[in-house]
């Protein structure tokens, strides 16, 4: 047997690999574990994510890991009432014809109710368009909540930030990491969970065949303050949404960007006229008032799954090698069921030993 220096290593800080550490030491805290992440933690889509959790999925599977996610969150957000997460009512608007539809697509908990306008009255219900309010709708601030996260893992795990894995290889008992510090590190199992650094040199031949491919996200800053008990409003046909940003201040307007394969290391970190105008288009729909005062925004991009699906697989026959992610723009709100899904392909207890 080769000698490791650890049992696992988790590459990639952002909110996954967090939640990945956390759930390996909920399961085995006698577990020696290491997070890699090239920057600091946090500083990928994390850092940029709107952080909308809305109880819903696009299939079965998908459901269920927000339903486990959203009780997850609860928990978390119940043992530690100081986290960045925070609760929210929603209207969801979607064509009068898609009713059924969306019955299936809202997990039950959300309890649909039909309205007739939108709380607080910041979007218009159009011609055509019906409005539900339901409920399990929350956000938070990933940036800050992964770096809670990390805080409280410090202890147990082996934080090692501004550290690029360069390269992986795999061999029969162990997989030898190579580091931009010139190091290795020998791991057990390797975890990647690179957000949408798909390509990185060391993995991209490994993570290809899995079909994943990143695109970019765009969400406007509306330089309106929400009141208080302002609501998120749902655009289900466009797969676009209005957040109450309380704690930034100011409303923020998510539309679906159709910008495929960018690279996160290039990809200018500005909104530019096409963004602006497509996003425009789409909630001059709802809330036309609203153009003239979104003056600002954020970019950045995510991996997306084949099928819109989250990828949890091993790459590796022995599994020694395992990818996390491609949670197509929603790795916030399905994190914890992706990291618990992660934590089943390993040599594991399927249980945790802690209550969230
Ligand atoms: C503008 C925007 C809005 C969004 N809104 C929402 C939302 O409302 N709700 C929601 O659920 N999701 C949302 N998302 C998606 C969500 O933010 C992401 O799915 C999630 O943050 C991905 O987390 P992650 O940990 O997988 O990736 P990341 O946060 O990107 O973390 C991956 C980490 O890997 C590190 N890394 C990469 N290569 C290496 C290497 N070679 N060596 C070591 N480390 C490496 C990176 O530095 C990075 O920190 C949004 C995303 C964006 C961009």
């Known amino acids: 047997m080769a000698r490791t220096d650890t049992d696992f290593a988790v590459v990639g800080g952002g909110v996954l690999g967090c939640m990945i550490t956390r759930e390996i030491l909920a399961r085995t805290p006698d577990a020696s574990v290491v997070l890699l992440e090239r920057d600091a933690v946090g500083s990928g889509a994390s850092r940029r994510s709107a952080g909308l959790h809305f109880p819903r999925g696009s299939s079965e599977r998908v459901r269920a890991m927000a339903a486990y996610s959203q009780d997850h969150y609860a928990a978390l957000k119940a043992a ?5 997460i925070h609760r929210l009512d929603m209207t969801v608007l979607a064509d009068v014809s ?7 697509t809202y997990l039950p908990e959300a309890k649909l109710r039909p309205v007739a306008e939108v709380a607080g009255g910041i979007a218009r219900v159009p011609a055509g368009k019906a409005a539900w309010e339901g409920d399990g709708c929350q956000y938070a601030d990933v940036h800050a909540l992964t770096q809670l996260l990390a805080r409280d893992l410090r202890p147990t795990a082996e934080f090692r930030e501004g550290v690029a894995v360069t390269g992986l290889s795999a061999g029969p008992d162990a997989v030898e990491l190579t580091l931009g510090t010139g190091d290795t590190l020998t791991a057990g199992h390797v975890v990647l969970a690179p957000g949408p650094w798909l390509a990185a040199p060391a993995w991209r031949d490994l993570v290809a065949p899995l079909g994943a491919r990143v695109k970019k996200i765009v969400a406007l800053h509306i330089e309106v303050p929400p009141d208080p008990g302002d609501w998120a409003v749902v655009f289900q046909d466009e797969d676009a949404f209005l957040l109450p940003y309380h704690q930034r201040g100011h409303w923020l307007f998510s539309y679906t960007c159709q910008e495929w394969d960018v690279d996160p290391d290039t990809l200018p970190a500005g909104i530019s006229a096409a963004d602006r105008r497509e996003a425009l288009d789409v909630l001059a729909r709802y809330a036309p008032q609203l153009a003239d005062r979104c003056v600002s925004g954020r970019v950045f991009c995510d991996a997306y799954g084949p099928g819109m699906q989250p ?13 996390a992610g491609a949670a197509n723009g929603s790795g916030y709100r399905l994190a914890p069921a992706i990291a618990a899904e992660t934590a089943g ?12």
């Open 98 to 104: 898609q009713e059924a539809r969306l019955r299936e």
């Open 80 to 84: 530690r009432p100081e986290l960045p």
């Open 311 to 323: 990828l949890v697989r091993p790459l590796t026959d022995d599994g020694r090698v395992v990818f």
């Open 345 to 356: 392909l390993l040599p594991l207890p399927s249980q945790r030993k802690d209550a969230a």
